[in-house]
């Protein structure tokens, strides 16, 4: 134990020292206790994918442009019918009373203060309900395929009375790739930390396995979702379905075709495959092969208004943020993170003031230019 | 507090240990205030760009040649009928007097011994006319558009009244981009120092929001200069008129369309859009934009004459110094400035006898040889 | 001598805090003396090779697919009409002894524990009879060919009248390539350690050596198996026999013609020539050279299933896992080689599940993505 | 101060714990005074170039390959018939007194002794004479031109009357570029150590220049040879003229044009041009320019067996080794640089037998393999 220092409580104020949205990363180390913040920062493996998601951004430049025209400049956006007043979409993070008391509420309460899309997460420390009674849409819920496809429908049909808008399927977490981080800070769920929203259910049936047979492989078989699942879910579903942790050209024609309304370019932060391409470096090529009306969100890595303004370039429709959510929310609460999104939407309305693009539309249509060669 | 050591009175002596004019930005660590070394050191955001700048040059072998023919050899130029002794460019730096008590009067006189063309900034500490008073011609005079019109012409009258003999407009500082460096450093302008150009002036009016809208782009509305009012000043100067901050060759283009006399390939030394390419990498491609005969001035990064041997090989007619000003002012006033343009030049004839390059037109024909394979 | 702690003794239990099999590395120091650890974790001259042969991996990256069926997943290979449940092979390192008073005993048991094939190296501190009597097949004899041809029938006569199914001939390591590392450490080989079944050979004949020449060439002539004499082996044998130190395509294409029955891509671990390049940067174009259905097994800087998964994705029918093999049998015996074993197969199967390949073919068909440009 | 420590005297035996040529480099750290060691260290500049010189040489790596054929092995060359047992030459390095206090002398008996060519420098610290008295042929006389013709003939009929077999023009040092860490070392040329070979020449006339000229421009032209005077020497010369300081294959041609017998790829070590290109860079194109029977040979950056057969395999006939041979005559005189220099050969032959090279023709025909993609 080098650290005896004891974590801090969350501030009822914005600290003085927050220059931009980043800051919370650092701010937050004194704020989270460390096997949390090993959980929350590392990601699988040895990181690898993790930090790639970061600096894939500084592959790629952004070219700065003179005399625009900016009169009705906006930062909004329309997907599925659904109207967004900015692109900053708070991604689904489990467990958030991890590093706060209220959890998703504070969370959720930042949503509704400055108009974003909260995604909930079906690993959320609070009731699908406590969080909508903080938030108004747009609101979304995160669905993980459970074991038993009642308890699966279970899930939907009270989200859905919840009022949620819209599912986003997560499909690249089948089976669970330890944190060698977190192991080694001896990261355990508190005891007074669940999933509110699945207390209800019976535990899973055990593994089947085969002599000779690999449990990995077993229990990905009792745990991925299958295609016909999805299918169904998709066709019966009366709300968009989006599909969360592709990062394939492939597995996005597969998606579209299945008739998901939209899908998320994710290596889930870094937490599944370590070794896995950073989400950026692939975000182009998915975005050529389902075409320009598409919707793609993007996810994984953003940390600065600039960021955002490179996915978009690179083909997203709007981006989540995880793990910069967690930080300002243990700094801060509600307030934290309601202030992490402004100042992310204040960096991205300044890349595009510096552009001349006037609309998300606009920075699309802007060329980057790669650092690879030539800085 | 780490470093309470008091800053340095400026010499009346060059410094023995000088051995470069590099060698100014690491002595003037001594001599300049903390946080004003962070702002004037500092780019905007994480200086991503602003190291970029630096390490650009990096990307680039100079190949030498035997057997030159230095017969007639000379650094001169020639620029919109006006003769030039050498390349070397004090580009226009706000507020110097931060680092000297005599601000632009000291680097006026080292302009003036050195035969060096000062370029002084809107933001002047000193008068117009305090300048011109120690600096005999080439000089020209920067110009930020005011919000009024009528400020801007009678900056321009007045300093075309003072003799100086082209109009720089900077347009890419339409909105200012903040420093983590200069605010994590607590700098604020002291109160005896101000632009005293602009002593006169009313205050900007208050900032035109509509509701919803970011004060992002409501600033840069009210704040940046129209096109209209650009091609107005072209066509009324009865002197050339310069765009600085140009990093796009459409950019360059549209503004050669519109009269400009010439561009500055610059990314405000990485004090505007962080995450800006190099100034260094656009420049070749804006260079071929343009054409053969235009006048292209380079600015941002330069801190040897093997910097500037690459910019005029690259496409540059001149060159922009800006930090290195302001750190050999804080050193030894004018005697320290006009130190730091000798070995400038010094180091460029050098770069210039050993690749038997006998004048700025031969450094142009002149091919670097990339390091980004086979150093 | 900055380190005097004593070397642990070898556990009899497999230790709590090992995430990964690579944490087997980090493990090990504690466990061999520092001259011992030199002279295997070292490679030849400055190590450049064998540091390259790791960070190679890191220019690729594995993308992950969804909705994978893994129905009847598994790791099995087929190679020489011989069966292995899985492709991690325990590659032939010489005195094991130096890290286990059991040596290669233990590491046999381990092979059986977890159906790995184990090739047993001439060089080992135990007799092959001792080995074979501890692991089940398949096992697999590695041969350096003896100065004296009745030496190397008598060994190869030996291997196979104890059971040994294939001859692994190593053809790099004709000529010692000194390893810094280990001379700054002082490594020479205890006199309690040698090679077990080589311990009735007469000593070698003196070196001969012309005037003027070089005692390196002279080595090299008179210990270099010739090519004549390797394919007489390869006539001769009633096993399969496999060419290991393979790195150039042209070698892999005579090797082949000349009948061997399989080559192992391999530059000895970095221990040979000093400066070669990564064994993982060759693998892809020997595959080409030799086709789809010959065998090729890859050795020589795999320290994850991961590593292993890209190996196999670049052309490799199996691998063989050589430093790893020894710092966990210094950890735990076999026992720990076991488990190391175990953790590989594991973390291979974790990328198989996340990419959807249900076997090794499947692997082979994937296309893993450079990040050299765009991580 | 922070260095107090009293440089060790040259030792009478070779030192126990030297593994590899390389490692003089860092044992001359003791038997050089810090002064002294920055002038040979240092290149010139910020040590650009010196760096590059030597990490150029990782860009590529060496492919293993099987079952040589090194029946008649060996490392002869023939350059303008003359004989080399080995194709490491002694570069001309100056002042030799500066680290061993019987100079040039020692390092001829190490050419002796180690059937070495020497290049004995203009600015050798003890007499022509002196040198051939201690060393056998092959053994070259290294020009500078002198700024009267009268002192350039001079010195060339002395040369060739104490038997030197060639001369090589070095072209490159017209001009000395200043190095940053010798002046901050405060390095000066001791007073006991001079020039031996020039001592009797009347000092250099007092610059011509003209008003308002550069000094850098005024002081190439008076000391610059020029072509004509170049032409003339190859013309009369009995013996064969090379000329060291090419880095541009359009100079390579010219020379060979003019009749020089061979050149010298060359970058001065780095004490030249700072940012001048790794000399290993432009050797392939320089090769290919000149044509494949041109005697080409290599220097600058040379620190092992595996660096001489990169060069040989790019390009070169052969090698000059500089600093290596101070720090090894620094160390233990003439022993030492015999020591480096039988090193140095086997490393190179070590590369040759695992490579199946029987002689330098066999790795000019060799592939090298680039390590910027793909280690």
Chains 1, 2, 3, 4 share one sequence.
């Not at 978009?312 to 309601?338: E, F, K, N, T």
Request: proline share 6%; charged share 15%.
């Amino acid at each position: 134990m080098n650290d005896i220092k004891k974590p801090l409580p969350p501030l009822d104020y914005i600290p003085a020292d927050i220059a931009c949205a980043y800051d919370y990363e650092q701010l937050a180390q004194a704020f989270i206790p460390a096997d949390i913040l090993a959980y929350i920062a590392g990601g699988s493996g040895h990181d690898i994918t993790q930090r790639n998601n970061q600096t894939a951004f500084q592959d790629w430049a952004i070219v700065p442009r003179l005399l625009a025209d900016l009169t009705n400049a906006n930062t909004e956006a329309q997907l599925f019918g659904q109207h967004f007043k900015h692109p900053v979409f708070l991604a689904p993070v489990a467990y958030q009373s991890l590093v706060h008391p209220q959890g998703e509420r504070e969370t959720a309460s930042a949503a509704e203060a400055t108009d974003s899309c909260m995604i909930t997460s079906t690993l959320a420390s609070v009731t699908l309900e406590q969080i909508v009674a903080r938030a108004k849409p747009p609101r979304w819920f995160q669905l993980y395929f459970q074991s038993r496809p009642e308890d699966t429908h279970a899930l939907i049909n009270r989200a859905l009375a919840a009022g949620y808008e819209a599912i986003v399927v997560t499909l690249d977490a089948a089976i669970q790739a330890p944190s060698i981080r977190a192991i080694r800070a001896g990261f355990k769920l508190p005891g007074n930390i669940s999933a509110a929203n699945l207390a209800h259910q019976r535990p899973d049936e055990p593994l089947q396995q085969r002599p000779g047979d690999s449990p990995i492989f077993a229990r990905y078989r009792q745990q991925a979702p299958a295609l016909q699942h999805l299918a169904e879910l998709i066709k019966a579903s009366p709300v968009p379905v989006i599909i969360k942790g592709v990062m394939h050209p492939d597995d996005a024609l597969q998606l579209k075709a299945l008739g998901a309304a939209g899908i998320i370019v994710s290596n889930h932060g870094g937490r599944t495959l370590d070794g896995a391409p950073a989400s950026l470096s692939v975000l182009a090529a998915i975005r050529c092969a389902v075409g320009d009306g598409f919707p793609l969100l993007f996810d994984s890595g953003i940390r600065s208004g600039s960021d955002i303004f490179k996915a978009i370039a690179l083909g997203a429709d709007a981006v989540l943020i995880g793990r910069l959510q967690m930080y300002s929310l243990s700094v801060a609460g509600a307030l934290g993170v309601a202030h992490m999104i402004k100042l992310l939407r204040e960096e991205l309305e300044l890349c595009m003031a510096m552009t001349g693009c006037a609309s998300l539309a606009a920075i699309r249509a802007t060329q980057l230019q790669t650092t690879l060669s030539g800085h």
